[in-house]
């Protein structure tokens, strides 16, 4: 089990909708033979968790700019 002491941002539920729609957003814009690819998805919720550490919280905001660095 990993220490707790790895741990270093907590999240409150509205703050986990909010990324679930972000997620849920960008990848319905996704090409279908990315659809499959865990890669891709897990770096889209990697982006989507930087962008909110940074302090991005607007759900529309954060899909766009997670979309847009996968992208590049």
Do not use: N
């Not at 220490?3 to 909708?17: A, G, R």
């Not at 998805?41 to 990697?46: G, M, Q, S, V, Y």
Request: charged share 30%.
């Amino acid at each position: 089990m990993p220490s707790f002491s790895d741990v270093k941002y907590v999240y409150d539920p509205e703050t986990l909708k909010t990324m679930g729609a972000a997620f849920d957003t960008a990848w319905q814009s996704f090409p279908p033979e990315l659809k499959d690819h865990e890669g891709a998805r897990r770096k889209l919720a990697l982006l989507i968790l930087r962008h909110m550490d940074r302090g991005e919280c607007d759900t529309t905001r954060l899909s766009d700019r997670a979309l847009l660095d996968f992208m590049r």
